[in-house]
């Protein structure tokens, strides 16, 4: 048996040389991409078609092209709505009972929240930035909490029972 350069016998199976993708970027690429992606598709299935980009590809693509961001931005979105209505759908046949009231509540909230975010999620739109949240917090009036504690004593009133009086500051009645 004759040995091999790159290490096996002879009758060893020949290594795997990993699959080289030559996919190039292009507006069809793009529009391929999103439409997988809209369609829900995870990124594992999408980089696992033959004719896709590796996901380090993809990864690049997003970093060096801003067009190419924001079209997977918009396709994920897409992906999210199509998220929240499965989600709703699977809600809707739940079970009956405590449990399936409570999902169906939760469910209807949620989505009420993602398609009318000025009305249902407390007047903060959906991904709204830190900076804003900030500001918004900036304006709106300062509230203060105040905690007093309050202090009680057992004492024995005029027909013989015993109750509690509270005590108070002075000053305070």
Same mark, same amino acid.
């Given at each position: 048996?004759?040995?091999?350069?790159?290490?096996?016998?002879?009758?060893?199976?020949?290594?795997?040389?990993?699959?080289?993708?030559?996919?190039?970027?292009?507006?069809?690429?793009?529009?391929?991409?999103?439409?997988?992606?809209?369609?829900?598709?995870?990124?594992?299935?999408?980089?696992?078609?033959?004719?896709?980009?590796?996901?380090?590809?993809?990864?690049?693509?997003?970093?060096?092209? &801003? !067009?190419?961001? $924001?079209?997977?931005? %918009?396709?994920? =979105?897409? +992906? @999210?709505?199509?998220? #929240?209505?499965? /989600?709703?759908?699977?809600?809707?046949?739940?079970?009956?009972?405590?449990?399936?009231?409570?999902?169906?509540?939760?469910?209807?909230?949620?989505?009420?929240?993602?398609?009318? &975010? !000025?009305?249902? $999620?407390?007047?903060? %739109?959906?991904? =709204?930035? +830190? @900076?804003?949240?900030? #500001?918004?917090? /900036?304006?709106?009036?300062?509230?203060?909490?105040?905690?007093?504690?309050?202090?009680?004593?057992?004492?024995?009133?005029?027909?013989?029972?015993?109750?509690?009086?509270?005590?108070?500051?002075?000053?305070?009645?």
């Amino acid at each position: 048996m004759a040995k091999t350069p790159g290490g096996g016998g002879a009758d060893a199976p020949p290594a795997v040389q990993p699959r080289r993708r030559n996919v190039r970027y292009s507006r069809a690429m793009i529009e391929r991409l999103c439409a997988l992606r809209n369609e829900g598709q995870t990124w594992a299935v999408i980089c696992g078609l033959e004719d896709t980009p590796a996901y380090t590809t993809i990864c690049l693509w997003r970093r060096t092209k &801003p !067009e190419f961001a $924001a079209a997977l931005r %918009a396709a994920d =979105a897409g +992906a @999210a709505d199509l998220r #929240a209505d499965e /989600a709703l759908e699977f809600a809707r046949s739940a079970a009956q009972g405590a449990m399936g009231d409570r999902l169906r509540h939760t469910a209807f909230m949620q989505r009420a929240a993602l398609d009318a &975010p !000025e009305r249902w $999620a407390g007047g903060k %739109a959906s991904g =709204a930035s +830190a @900076a804003a949240a900030v #500001a918004a917090a /900036a304006k709106s009036p300062r509230m203060e909490i105040v905690f007093r504690v309050r202090r009680f004593e057992k004492v024995v009133n005029d027909e013989g029972r015993t109750v509690l009086r509270e005590i108070f500051p002075e000053g305070e009645e």
